[in-house]
Structure formats: C-alpha cells, structure tokens
C-alpha cells in the first residue's frame, strides 16, 4: 500500500470520533499553554510541541497514535474540538530516513481521505499559505460536508479539517477556524 502523509488517517479518526465513537483523551505529550477566551469564547489552542496555535470553540481533545510502516515508524497527533461543527487539527511526524514528493504526497492524503470517507470531492486547489504549500479541498458525504487544508512545512504535514452537517451555516467560524492557524518558528 503506497504510504501518504498519514494524515488521511488523522483525518478518518477525527471523523470517526466525531460521528460515532466515545473518546479519552490519552495523556497530553504536548504542553499546550492554557487556553484564553478570545471576545466571542473562542479558545486560543497552542501546542509547544506541534509548534502551531489555532482557535478552536473548545479545547480539544487529544489522540496520539505511533504506528510502525514499511517507511519506519510515524506518530499521528490529532485534536478534536465540537462547537457547531467539529473541528480538528493535527500533524504528522515521520522517520527522519522517510523520503516524499511533497505535492504527490499531499494528493494522495486528499484522495486517501475522500476514499476512506467514502466521500464525493467538491473542489481543490493548491495553494500557498503563509509561505507553505498547501491543497484546500471540499468534499460531502450524504450527511456533512468536510472543508480541508494539508500544509507541508518542512518534513512535517498539518491537516485542518472542519466538518458541518448539511443543511447547517457555520461558514463564519470555519472561516475563523482556518484563517486563525498559526505555524510558530522552530
């Protein structure tokens, strides 16, 4: 099976915890500041380890997955905030001996992603965000529609993800979700 950015894979288990599953939060590896309300209740997340801040409605829950691969092991880090969508954010790390196609690398996750999620792509784009590349892309299931973003800095690739049920209008705080990601120097 040809390896992606594993993101898809973040991204499935945020939808999976999501729509169906109870979740635990595994103990924190990061040391994120705490959280500050901004005027609309919004939570400033930061993740010294992540080297990220982000609002989210919420502070997030976390799930850290190290999985072994053909490539050598990689560590998912995934957060997951539910305001009126669900919301979520995270990174992988992989082997420092993993060699990628950046671009070919963050199709695949989109495509991994659309076809784990059995999902119909609505449009795409690559971009250029703060310096980074990055694909933005919309895709719907029969019951929400997904809005996502897969930057690459450096070796390490960050996948947003807003996820809204049909039929709802939270396009302002995906909007404010998006705009609001922050990549800190390493």
Known sequence: MRRSLAAALILFTFYTVAYGQEHSPRTSRTQPAQPTNTPDDWTTFNSDLGHFSILMPVTPKETIKTTDSEHGPYTSYTYIAKGQSVYAVGWVDYDPA?????????EANRDNLIKGLQATLLNTKTVIVDGYQAIDFTAETAEQTLKSRVYMVGRRPYQLVAITSKGSDDSVN?????????????
């Not at 993993?98 to 963050?106: G, P, S």
Request: glycine residues 0%; without cysteine; hydrophobic residues 50%.
């Open 174 to 186: 995906v909007a404010r979700f998006f705009s609001s990601f922050k990549v800190k120097p390493q």
């Open 98 to 106: 993993f060699n990628f196609n950046r671009l070919a690398e963050l």
